[in-house]
């Protein structure tokens, strides 16, 4: 079987709506971008700080999945290909676009049972440009 799940400004728009509701004080927006944040930027950042943006990103995943109706469907064995869609066309290396804090939030989410070697056999990472519709396309293949 074959999933297709897709993170776009739209996804991100429902997200803020949901997040600002549940915490109405807070201005800034938790997820900035369709896409995840490069492995040079939070390998940068000082801990408390990585810690702070890795949560964020969990929180919006394990609502992500929820919204997709996929919360505890507890994915046995799987492969994963991430397509990143950038905006611009500034070059960007394909492997710092691990998706860490994604597969943490699909794994907290029981959408996949964990993302180590057992159960996630295969990663793909791919990368192209959408000035229109930045994203990310998620295939998982179980």
Partial sequence: MELKLTIDNKTLEKYNKYYFKKFPKRKKIPIESPTHPSINKWMIMKRPMMNDLKQKWKDFIIWFVEEQGLTNKK?????MTFINYFK????????????KFILDGMAESGLIIDDDSLHLIKLTLECGYDKERPRTDILIKY
């Fill in 75 to 79: 994915i046995e064995k799987c492969q």
């Fill in 88 to 99: 611009t066309k500034i070059r960007k290396d394909c492997d710092n676009t691990v998706p």
